[in-house]
T-cell receptor
Framework: ETGVTQTPRHLVMGMTNKKSLKCEQH?????MYWYKQSAKKPLELMFV???????ENNSVPSRFSPECPNSSHLFLHLHTLQPEDSALYLC??????????????FGPGTRLTVL | DAKTTQPPSMDCAEGRAANLPCNHS???????VYWYRQIHSQGPQYIIH???NNETNEMASLIITEDRKSSTLILPHATLRDTAVYYC?????????????FGTGTRLQVTL
């Protein structure tokens, strides 16, 4: 596999369920990101990880819990979500920027529906 | 990061050049201009970036004005597959993972 992969591609869950989204990158990058894209709204950054350490949490509710066990894998654990959390969840990875910020490579996303 | 302004939508005939403008009048000297696009329900795709010189790659050309307050992304021969939302983003390199701040972009519709 190449690039950034995300599983599952589609997920339907109830408000009391617990589920996890998985992201894997095969690019040798050391920074990973979670973004949320709700209907008719711009992409919003949720979390940033550098070398497995979380460096940014963009005021995300605690019902979203990220985990980065190594530089290639990123999870988003979901529990007691609300219907308004239904959205496309996108994972991205990049090299850490030096003199030039590196481009981010995005996965195909997980389409989440909360009933 | 500096704010960007783009028209909400544009149309382009297939085979013609698509010129997508972006204003970034508050850009700082160490901020780069990046372009991404997002085809419906897919993850965004990097297109090109530049600092002050014009840039060209296999996908597009980026023209940045001399004062750096605006730029234009050029798709030289648009195809139906170029129909997407195009995002102009200004980013600074600060040694840590720099986030992408997406606006609403320009929805480009390529037609026959």
């Amino acid at each position: 596999e190449t690039g950034v992969t995300q599983t599952p591609r589609h997920l339907v869950m109830g408000m009391t369920n617990k589920k996890s989204l998985k992201c894997e990158q095969h690019l040798g990058h050391n920074a990973m990101y979670w973004y949320k894209q709700s209907a008719k709204k711009p992409l919003e950054l949720m979390f940033v990880y550098n070398f497995k350490e979380q460096t940014e949490n963009n005021s995300v509710p605690s019902r979203f819990s990220p985990e980065c066990p190594n530089s290639s894998h990123l999870f988003l654990h979901l529990h007691t979500l609300q219907p308004e959390d239904s959205a496309l969840y996108l994972c991205a990875s990049s090299q850490l920027p030096g003199l030039v910020p590196h481009e981010q490579f995005f996965g195909p996303g997980t389409r989440l529906t909360v009933l | 990061d500096a704010k960007t302004t783009q028209p909400p939508s544009m149309d382009c005939a297939e085979g013609r050049a698509a010129n997508l403008p972006c204003n970034h009048s508050t850009i700082s000297g160490n901020e780069y201009v990046y372009w991404y696009r997002q085809i419906h329900s897919q993850g965004p795709q990097y297109i090109i970036h530049g600092l002050k010189n014009n840039e060209t790659n296999e996908m597009a050309s980026l023209i940045i004005t001399e004062d750096r307050k605006s730029s234009t992304l050029i798709l030289p021969h648009a195809t139906l597959r170029d129909t997407a939302v195009y995002y102009c983003i200004v980013r600074v390199a600060n040694g840590t993972a720099s986030k992408l701040t997406f606006g609403t972009g320009t929805r480009l519709q390529v037609t026959l």
